[in-house]
């Protein structure tokens, strides 16, 4: 009795081993693209790295070893095999300007020129091909980044007589490479009826030699006075030429993205009127990456129309709109950044406040009662400082108001007893980290070394105080390159070597982070994107070379191998 029971038993037990053993290798519902023999650092620390994920439709299904994940394999899945190199989540850029990106392929690009007599030659070509009375328009030219200083000049910048000998009919706009001043031959100021007795504006500065004439610098909110004139050139388009324009801005800025492996984009500003323009390619399905907008328009606008701007995922999860954003200050490059005390070598000046305490605080109340995200350009300790104090007080007038995640944009440099605030806040701070190697050479000249190490590019300070930081580019600032971003993120190191305060480096681990997962954190998306796990958006990057250890010199050689989107491979090199 005892044997026909245990036999029995064995069969029931070798039945059920069997079935299990089929059941788990039958094959599963078909992928639509499956990644295998890499290695996948995912970001998700239930599975921090793996071989092999399966995608089907925009989601991710499954991630595990190649041998797990061939059973998702069908003769219609796309098949990309890594050769061992490294997939990660898509690379989300959390602060640049996207029409700008597009508009600076557009333009003469003075990112990479080693002096002003290039500057020269460069518009003199353009001047010979230009029609008459075109403006030519350039940006990236920074005083500080030239290999000699040019003659004659005011703090280190050029007057504008050569420029106005090569160009006397064609009016000239150059922006600095921060975009917070700009430059402008004698025709540009004469079309902006600029004189020796026009005043500063509020918020600006218009560059004057020691006779008090105009050398063509003008800086922060003084560079209106320019747009003026230019503005009304551009009207004299029709409304096919400019729209033209304004699409191909888009097209070249999506184009850029995704050569450089930017899947998601957090636009730093644009008025209604571009967001209508990326709510139209958003509908088409030609977006092709994912954009998340701050809306940038007056306190009268935004109260008139921000109820019927709150976008969430239109375009299959493509465009989103639910942050607004301000600039309390200029840039230190151009000495506009607000500091609280004056420059080290400028004593004569504290920088700029480019709109008032209380047109920022209106912004606030308008943001907070429209649950919309508020992001604040703060660049000098003392922009820093207002702004954490008109945060705290809007948090206090709506207690209960939770999770808010407001942002200050750059928060660059800080005072000491600000660091902490960040954390007690609950404030994100979206830095960019190749600011913090190009702005290094004259960050000393501008603060002197103390304020520098107390309170310049702090990430370790702010992390241990609790602060999630968002990486990004502030591109067309600088290039939108991540992986440049990244190098300097982790190294700091300065073009001629040095290491700008070492001890605030992030680790590499950090560094992902801060340009995938905390990303979507500082945007209300991490449960869609930023990591590579089941049921989240698929958004993936392969690299040429693994920079989470590859040897730190060998990690600006690294190439965008695939751009993927939603499962859609969007850039392939």
């Known amino acids: 009795m005892f044997s026909k029971l245990y036999s029995k038993s064995l069969i029931m037990i070798l039945t059920f081993l069997f079935l299990g053993s089929f059941f788990s290798c039958a094959k599963k519902e078909p992928a639509d693209l499956v990644l295998m023999n890499g290695k996948i650092v995912t970001i998700d620390d239930k599975k921090p790295e793996v071989q092999a994920l399966a995608v089907r439709g925009d989601v991710i299904v499954a991630l595990g070893s190649d041998k797990r994940i061939k059973s998702y394999i069908s003769q219609a899945t796309q098949v990309i095999d890594l050769e061992g190199n490294l997939a990660i989540p898509g690379f989300i850029d959390a602060h640049g300007h996207f029409t700008g990106l597009g508009s600076s392929k557009m333009r003469l690009d003075f990112m990479h020129i080693k002096d002003w007599d290039e500057v020269v030659s460069m518009v003199k070509k353009a001047v010979q091909k230009a029609q008459p009375g075109e403006w030519i328009l350039g940006r990236g030219w920074h005083q500080e980044k030239w290999d000699k200083i040019p003659e004659p000049n005011v703090d280190g910048l050029p007057f504008h007589h050569l420029l106005s000998k090569i160009s006397p009919d064609n009016p000239v706009l150059l922006s600095h490479a921060s975009g917070h001043s700009s430059f402008a031959n004698a025709k540009a100021m004469e079309l902006a009826s600029v004189t020796k007795k026009?005043?500063?504006?509020?918020?600006?500065?218009?560059?004057?030699?020691?006779?008090?004439?105009?050398?063509?610098?003008?800086?922060?909110?003084?560079?209106?006075?320019?747009?003026?004139?230019?503005?009304?050139y551009q009207e004299k388009r029709t409304a096919e030429q400019i729209k033209a324009?304004?699409?191909?801005?888009?097209?070249?800025?999506?184009e850029e993205c995704l050569k450089k492996g930017v899947t998601s984009f957090h636009d730093a500003g644009s008025p209604f009127e571009t967001i209508d323009l990326f709510k139209e390619f958003a509908k088409e399905g030609k977006l092709r990456m994912r954009l998340w907008v701050m809306i940038r328009d007056s306190n009268e606008r935004l109260n008139q129309r921000l109820p019927d701007y709150r976008i969430i995922g239109i375009g299959e999860n493509h465009l989103t709109v639910k942050a607004i954003k301000r600039s309390i200050d200029g840039a230190l490059g151009p000495h506009g950044a607000w500091l609280l005390k004056p420059?080290?070598?400028?004593?004569?000046?504290?920088?700029?406040?480019?709109?008032?305490?209380?047109?920022?605080?209106?912004?606030?109340?308008?943001?907070?009662?429209?649950?919309?995200?508020?992001?604040?350009?703060?660049?000098?300790?003392?922009?820093?400082?207002?702004?954490?104090?008109?945060?705290?007080?809007?948090?206090?007038?709506?207690?209960?108001?939770?999770?808010?995640?407001?942002?200050?944009?750059?928060?660059?440099?800080?005072?000491?007893?600000?660091?902490?605030?960040?954390?007690?806040?609950?404030?994100?701070?979206?830095?960019?980290?190749?600011?913090?190697?190009?702005?290094?050479?004259?960050?000393?000249?501008?603060?002197?070394?103390?304020?520098?190490?107390?309170?310049?590019?702090?990430?370790?300070k702010l992390m241990k105080s609790g602060v999630i930081i968002c990486n990004g580019t502030d591109v067309p600032v600088e290039d939108i390159d991540p992986i440049a971003c990244f190098y300097a993120t982790v190294t700091r190191k300065m073009k001629d070597g040095?290491?700008?305060?070492?001890?605030?480096?992030?680790?590499?681990?950090?560094?992902?982070?801060?340009?995938?997962?905390?990303?979507?954190?500082?945007?209300?998306?991490?449960?869609?994107?930023?990591?590579?796990?089941?049921?989240?958006?698929?958004?993936?990057?392969?690299?040429?070379?693994?920079?989470?250890?590859?040897?730190?010199?060998?990690?600006?050689?690294?190439?965008?191998?695939?751009?993927?989107?939603?499962?859609?491979?969007?850039?392939q090199k």
């Open 498 to 571: 040095t290491v700008f305060y070492p001890e605030q480096r992030m680790s590499r681990k950090e560094a992902l982070r801060s340009y995938t997962y905390n990303c979507a954190y500082a945007a209300f998306q991490e449960d869609k994107l930023g990591s590579l796990s089941p049921g989240k958006l698929a958004d993936i990057v392969v690299l040429s070379k693994d920079i989470m250890t590859a040897p730190e010199d060998e990690i600006l050689n690294t190439q965008i191998l695939y751009t993927i989107v939603g499962g859609k491979v969007m850039y």
């Open 245 to 254: 324009e304004q699409r191909q801005e888009v097209e070249l800025a999506i």
């Open 343 to 460: 420059y080290e070598d400028l004593s004569s000046s504290s920088g700029l406040n480019t709109s008032t305490v209380e047109s920022v605080k209106e912004t606030a109340r308008i943001a907070i009662e429209n649950d919309f995200q508020l992001c604040v350009h703060a660049i000098g300790d003392r922009a820093n400082q207002e702004t954490l104090n008109i945060f705290e007080e809007a948090f206090k007038a709506h207690p209960d108001k939770k999770d808010l995640r407001w942002r200050i944009e750059h928060s660059q440099h800080l005072h000491p007893d600000d660091i902490p605030r960040f954390g007690q806040l609950s404030v994100i701070a979206s830095m960019q980290g190749i600011h913090c190697t190009s702005d290094g050479p004259y960050v000393l000249k501008r603060l002197g070394e103390r304020r520098a190490e107390e309170g310049a590019y702090v990430w370790q």
């Open 198 to 232: 026009t005043l500063n504006p509020p918020g600006g500065e218009i560059v004057k030699d020691s006779a008090g004439n105009p050398i063509g610098v003008f800086r922060e909110t003084a560079q209106r006075l320019l747009r003026r004139p230019f503005s009304d």
